[in-house]
C-alpha cells in the first residue's frame, strides 16, 4: 500500500499550488480520501475530505471558497487544488485512506507560504 503525495513547494502570498496524491495497492475507489496538514507546533488538521463517490465535499473553515478537493478514481488519485494561499496555510499536507477500520498515511509534502 502506499499514498504518494507530491505538488508541494514554496509559493508566494495569494499564489496558487496543487497537491496530488496518487495511491497505489489498495481499492482506491472504495475508500473516503482526506488531506490534513501539520504546521510546526500544530496538532494534525483535516483540511478537505471526499467520499468514494466524489461527493460530500468537506472543508475546514479556514480553507472554504480557496481550496479544492477532487479525485479520479480511474487513475487512483487524489488532488487538492489550492488558490489564494496564504502564510497561515505553510505546514506539511497529509493524504489520507479511510474505508472502515483500514486506513493509510502519505509520507506528507511540505507546502510553504512566503514572499
Known amino acids: 500500500v502506499q499514498l504518494v503525495e507530491s505538488g508541494g513547494g514554496l509559493v508566494q502570498p495569494g499564489g496558487s499550488l496543487r497537491l496530488s496524491c496518487a495511491a497505489s495497492?489498495?481499492?482506491?475507489?472504495?475508500?473516503?480520501m482526506t488531506w490534513y496538514r501539520q504546521a510546526p507546533g500544530k496538532e494534525r488538521e483535516l483540511v478537505a475530505l471526499i467520499t468514494s463517490g466524489g461527493g460530500g465535499g468537506y472543508y475546514v473553515d479556514s480553507v472554504k471558497g480557496r481550496f479544492t478537493i477532487s479525485r479520479d478514481n480511474a487513475k487512483n488519485t487524489v488532488y487538492l487544488q489550492m488558490n489564494s494561499l496564504r502564510p497561515e496555510d505553510t505546514a506539511v499536507y497529509y493524504c489520507?485512506?479511510?474505508?472502515?477500520?483500514?486506513?493509510?498515511w502519505g509520507q506528507g509534502t511540505q507546502v510553504t507560504v512566503s514572499s
Open positions: 489520507n485512506a479511510r474505508f472502515l477500520q483500514s486506513q493509510y
Open positions: 495497492g489498495f481499492t482506491f475507489s472504495g475508500y473516503t
